[in-house]
């Protein structure tokens, strides 16, 4: 989505001899289209892993389960709550402005309908003004932090006394990670297994030896079995017949894991044995 300036969509009121057809032209080019596309980015943003990322200086080349190992464990402890309350700040100003935008689009709904026989007058033409350069700001703002997927923190980390004069300084950033969602479209059950297909949203492609959770549970006997493995769909074997199957999928990989409560399940039932 192409982010616009308030000064870029906005006219002056002189400039608007029809603020009805702008309002118009603008809601249904930029703002409608913006609207549905907030919508998905900001719920692929709640149902996210947050992660506290460790980094080292270019010249170093050092494993990032090594780089954790250097850091003193209450100090770390400190500076990962307060990367979580960073995580629960940003989803509550994403979730507000978006909350500001909605209401702003539909003040300008509301305009287009109450004003498409009418005259506006100067005053109404200059607090419509006022809503349409408010929404486009709120607009910029979400889609200026919505898209980052890396953000760089100023938490400092305290080495353990052993690595202080021996480890350059180490920065910390918040890693976005999104979602793993079933591919409902690719699933295949017979009468004892279960195909599943997944993905990242976000992720452009597959990222080779990348781990995954798989978790099986038998709703009939509470039954539980987990697996690992290292692509992208996995067939799930020695199932029951006519039986229901609770499955959930999930990264493996929760190093510097902060917040993320959203997890994509699925319930399924295997065929009747013939």
């Excluded at 209450?74 to 990367?83: G, H, P, S, T, W």
């Excluded at 353990?160 to 480890?167: A, G, K, M, N, R």
């Excluded at 910390?172 to 997944?198: E, F, M, Q, Y």
């Amino acid at each position: 989505m192409q982010v616009y300036s308030a000064q870029e969509v906005i006219p002056t009121i002189h400039e608007l001899p029809d603020i009805r057809n702008e309002v118009l032209q603008l809601y249904n080019t930029r703002l409608k289209n913006s609207i549905k596309e907030g919508e998905e980015k900001l719920q692929l943003m709640q149902r996210s892993s947050f992660h506290l990322g460790i980094h080292q200086e270019p010249t170093l080349q050092f494993a990032d389960s090594i780089m954790w190992g250097w850091v003193h464990h209450q100090n770390l402890i400190r500076v990962m709550k307060d990367a979580t309350d960073i995580v629960k700040l940003l989803l509550n100003f994403l979730e507000t402005t978006f909350e500001d935008i909605i209401e702003g689009h539909q003040e300008l709904e509301a305009f287009i309908i109450t004003y498409k026989d009418c005259v506006v007058d100067s005053d109404m033409a200059a607090s419509m003004q006022q809503t349409l350069q408010r929404t486009f700001e709120y607009l910029n703002d979400f889609e200026t932090r919505i898209t980052c997927k890396h953000v760089p923190l100023k938490l400092r980390l305290h080495l353990q006394p052993e690595y202080v004069y021996q480890i350059p300084k180490l920065f910390t950033s918040l890693i976005i990670k999104g979602p793993v969602i079933i591919d409902r479209s690719a699933l295949c059950v017979t009468s004892n297994t279960v195909h599943l297909h997944w993905e990242v949203a976000g992720q452009q492609s597959e990222v080779p030896n990348e781990e995954f959770n798989i978790c099986v549970k038998n709703l009939d006997t509470d039954e539980l079995r987990q697996s690992t493995c290292q692509s992208y769909n996995i067939q799930i074997e020695d199932l029951l017949p006519d039986t229901q199957y609770w499955f959930y999928v999930k990264r493996a990989d929760d190093t510097g894991f902060l917040y993320g409560q959203w997890t994509d399940n699925i319930v399924l039932q295997t065929d009747i044995s013939k």
